[in-house]
């Protein structure tokens, strides 16, 4: 009986030779529940393959990459793939090293992760997303929002204007640094109230996702009020009427307001609800990423290449609905990513 629970729990979680790294404990399920964009082409198979794999996984991925290795498996039998569970800040220094031909991240790789690769061999490595972020299953690579407290009248920020108010190198092109509520079209007592600042401390997932996503890959302002994580921060900002953070939308609390979001002035604004982040169509929607060392110019390993092809396929993107966590992409992000392995 013993053994039967233990393969059990074996056949569920684990990935071939993972490592003594446990995943994340899984979720409870969500709520919501994705579909498969019906314009993902099947998956089609291509001349047999043979070979192996070895690759590095986030701590959150292991039920999704056993369906995604299961599946392909079946199509090719002489392909042996192992991805052991070492999270995600594993895949810079194992394809720095080349002790494995990929790493599985669930958020985009770090500067500290990236540039050792860099300045070994001259270029950047291979990023390919492979599926949406979750919803708003907590640390689950979830989608962000950015919030005021539940008195605060504001309704909407575009980009350009957050990074008027978090950043000091305005990359936007912002003409002036916004400090007061009056300057987002305030009127009243909140004219002149000033804008208190909650973030996060560099280096940190989300930080990182923001800065790169908003900020263009400029610099935080100074005196930001910052924590370690970003679990306190909707407890801060419903604190405080004049505050305002960013966070996942499964850390809100009942004394916030997730505001409405677009890429620029003119909009759309997007409010987040699990359609529009599903769709990719909320700005602040997260994928999860494969990165490689691929030479500029020269082809992939053929087995990688076409295992990264099943990924983004409707079989694919059909096990991250079975998976029940991440989301599985539009058609049209997917054929986007798929040029990326030519």
């Given at each position: 009986m013993k053994q039967t629970l233990l393969m059990v729990f074996v056949l569920a979680w684990a990935v071939p030779m993972f490592s003594e790294?446990?995943?994340?404990?899984?979720?409870?399920?969500?709520?919501?529940?994705?579909t498969l964009d019906p314009k993902l082409p099947a998956y089609m198979p291509r001349s047999q393959l043979s070979g192996s794999l070895s690759g590095?996984?986030?701590?959150?991925?292991?039920?999704?990459?056993?369906?995604?290795?299961?599946?392909?498996?079946?199509?090719?039998?002489?392909v042996?793939?192992?991805?052991?569970?070492?999270?995600?800040?594993a895949a810079?220094?194992?394809?720095?090293?080349?002790?494995?031909?990929?790493?599985?991240?669930?958020?985009?790789?770090?500067?500290?992760?990236?540039?050792?690769?860099?300045?070994?061999?001259?270029?950047k490595p291979l990023e390919v997303a492979i599926a949406g972020g979750s919803y708003r299953?907590?640390?689950?690579?979830?989608?962000?929002?950015?919030?005021?407290?539940?008195?605060?009248?504001?309704?909407?920020?575009?980009?350009?204007?957050?990074?008027?108010?978090?950043?000091?190198t305005?990359?936007?092109?912002?003409?002036?640094?916004?400090?007061k509520w009056g300057q987002l079209g305030l009127k009243g007592d909140w004219a002149d109230k000033p804008i208190h600042l909650v973030g996060v401390k560099e280096p940190n997932g989300f930080e990182h996702f923001l800065r790169l996503?908003?900020?263009?890959?400029?610099?935080?302002?100074?005196?930001?009020?910052?924590?370690?994580?970003?679990?306190?921060?909707?407890?801060?900002?419903?604190?405080?009427?004049?505050?305002?953070?960013?966070?996942g939308f499964g850390y809100l609390t009942g004394g916030v307001k997730p505001l409405a979001l677009a890429k620029t002035n003119s909009g759309p604004y997007y409010k987040g609800t699990?359609?529009?982040?599903?769709?990719?169509?909320?700005p602040l929607s997260r994928v999860i990423y494969i990165y490689a060392n691929r030479t500029p110019g020269k082809p992939l390993n053929p087995v990688l290449k076409e295992f990264v092809r099943y990924i983004l396929s409707r079989e694919g993107q059909q096990a991250v609905v079975q998976d029940g966590i991440f989301l599985p992409l539009p058609e049209a992000y997917a054929q986007q990513e798929l040029k990326k392995l030519e």
């Open positions: 790294r446990p995943p994340h404990a899984r979720p409870n399920p969500e709520t919501f529940h994705a590095v996984q986030s701590d959150t991925t292991p039920g999704l990459v056993t369906l995604w290795i299961e599946g392909f498996r079946k199509y090719y039998p002489n042996e793939i192992k991805a052991s569970i070492e999270g995600s800040g810079g220094p194992v394809l720095t090293e080349q002790t494995a031909e990929f790493g599985l991240i669930a958020r985009e790789m770090m500067e500290k992760e990236e540039i050792p690769f860099e300045q070994k061999f001259g270029y299953t907590v640390a689950f690579t979830d989608a962000l929002t950015f919030f005021v407290n539940k008195q605060n009248p504001l309704e909407k920020l575009s980009f350009n204007q957050i990074d008027a108010i978090y950043s000091k305005r990359n936007r092109g912002g003409k002036e640094d916004i400090t996503r908003i900020l263009g890959d400029g610099q935080w302002k100074d005196g930001i009020t910052v924590q370690d994580t970003v679990f306190p921060l909707a407890s801060m900002v419903a604190s405080d009427p004049y505050a305002i953070g960013y966070a699990f359609e529009e982040v599903a769709a990719q169509k909320y």
